[in-house]
């Protein structure tokens, strides 16, 4: 137990920091429906173990701007390489976001709020160690 609080908590705040504050507001921003609005053209499916992502380019509509070797977040469930959709650039650094909606920002979210309770909790643990440490200390008279 004694492992976990001192090592586990700080990594898990550490990992919840670093996989969601930087998308945090690009996802909220998507689910709001604000941002660049554009098309996604998928050139291929990169798969892991665990999940599939569409890599591909994204081009404004306005022609303004475009990005290239990037995700697709919550693509629909039918979704194809070589097919197009619709997509918001929020400024997130490794994709867009589907416009039919999704649950990243959920994602996201969660990941974040977990690692600042993880923060509190391993602050609570500290405190309490050093409050131990003085007390044990016997006082001179």
């Known amino acids: 137990m004694k492992f976990f609080l001192w090592v586990g908590l700080p990594v898990i705040a550490t990992m919840g920091f670093m996989?969601?504050?930087?998308?945090?507001?690009?996802?909220?921003?998507?689910?709001?429906?604000?941002?660049?609005t554009g098309t996604f053209t998928a050139e291929r499916e990169d798969c892991s173990r665990r999940s599939c992502n569409f890599v591909g380019?994204?081009?404004?509509?306005?022609?303004?701007?475009?990005?290239?070797?990037?995700?697709?977040?919550?693509?629909?469930?039918?979704?194809?390489?070589?097919?197009?959709?619709?997509?918001?650039?929020t400024g997130a650094r490794n994709g867009v976001f589907a416009t039919t909606g999704g649950s990243t920002y959920l994602l996201v979210t969660a990941f974040v709020v977990g690692g600042i309770a993880a923060l509190i909790g391993w602050v609570f643990v500290i405190r309490n160690a050093f409050r131990r440490r003085g007390a044990a200390v016997p006082v001179a008279a």
């Open 57 to 89: 380019s994204w081009a404004a509509t306005d022609g303004s701007s475009s990005r290239t070797d990037i995700i697709l977040y919550d693509e629909p469930d039918a979704f194809t390489t070589g097919r197009t959709i619709e997509a918001l650039d």
């Open 19 to 36: 996989f969601g504050v930087f998308d945090l507001v690009p996802a909220w921003q998507a689910h709001n429906g604000s941002g660049a």
